[in-house]
């Protein structure tokens, strides 16, 4: 079947970049995204990017899309504590969902 | 805008008690969804719908229904709850299928004893 995955657990330093990977096996997506979720909430959208797209920046997140090996990347620049949730991503053909990643940063 | 409301926030069902979780919305979206989301296995997608009165079935449709009588209301229902339905669900809605913008519901955790 169709599958998207990714790690599990990131941790990382208050102020470092973060690196959340993931990996996809539908290739005619049109969009992929990156969802957040804090404790207790709901997802939030965070970013996505067209798959006509190589990479995309807003703010501190840079998004990086390689439809060859059909990666998608999240990096997050100057990690801070209020970053720690867990990270989803997703492709919009079927909507599924990757199992998530739970970031930590340590002060 | 509420966005998109989820009642109850909390529920305990025993074995083979029947159910219907809530979802509206207010944003005059077509698309709307449910998923579950169990540990270590990210959302899976239940039974989505196009607009009132289309519904299909999602990856693991099997135990719930839906139907879509308003562009407003996409209720769930659990006909006899088993513990293995035991999940947190989110309802979501978008402009229209694969938008790139979804969004969620504070979602409902149920417990099946």
């Known amino acids: 079947g169709e599958d998207v995955e990714q790690s599990l657990f990131l941790s990382v330093r208050e102020g470092d970049s973060s690196v959340i990977n993931c990996t996809y096996t539908?290739?005619?997506?049109?969009?992929l995204y990156w969802y957040k979720q804090e404790p207790g909430a709901g997802l939030q959208l965070l970013t996505y990017?067209?798959?006509?797209?190589d990479m995309k920046q807003d703010q501190r997140l840079t998004v990086l899309l390689n439809k060859k090996d059909k990666h998608l990347s999240l990096r997050i620049a100057d990690t801070q504590t209020g970053d720690s949730a867990i990270y989803f991503c997703?492709?919009?053909?079927?909507?599924?969902f990757g199992a998530g990643t739970r970031l930590t940063v340590k002060p | 805008n509420a966005g998109v409301t989820q009642t109850p926030k909390f529920q305990v069902l025993k074995t083979g008690q029947s159910m219907t979780l809530q979802c509206a919305q207010d944003?005059?979206?077509?698309?709307m969804s449910w998923y579950r989301q169990d540990p270590g296995m990210g959302l899976r997608l239940i039974h989505y719908?196009?607009?009132?009165?289309?519904?299909d079935q999602g990856e693991v449709p099997n135990g719930y229904n839906v139907s879509r009588s308003t562009t407003e209301d996409f209720p769930l229902r659990l006909l006899s709850a088993a513990p293995s339905q035991t999940s947190v669900y989110f309802c979501?809605?978008?402009?229209?299928?694969?938008?790139?913008?979804?969004?969620f519901g504070p979602g409902t955790r149920l417990t099946v004893t």
């Open positions: 979501a809605s978008s402009y229209s299928p694969g938008s790139y913008e979804q969004y």
């Open positions: 944003m005059n979206h077509e698309y």
């Open positions: 990017i067209f798959s006509n797209m």
């Open positions: 719908s196009v607009g009132a009165g289309i519904t």
């Open positions: 997703a492709e919009s053909m079927k909507m599924r």
């Open positions: 539908d290739s005619s997506s049109t969009y």
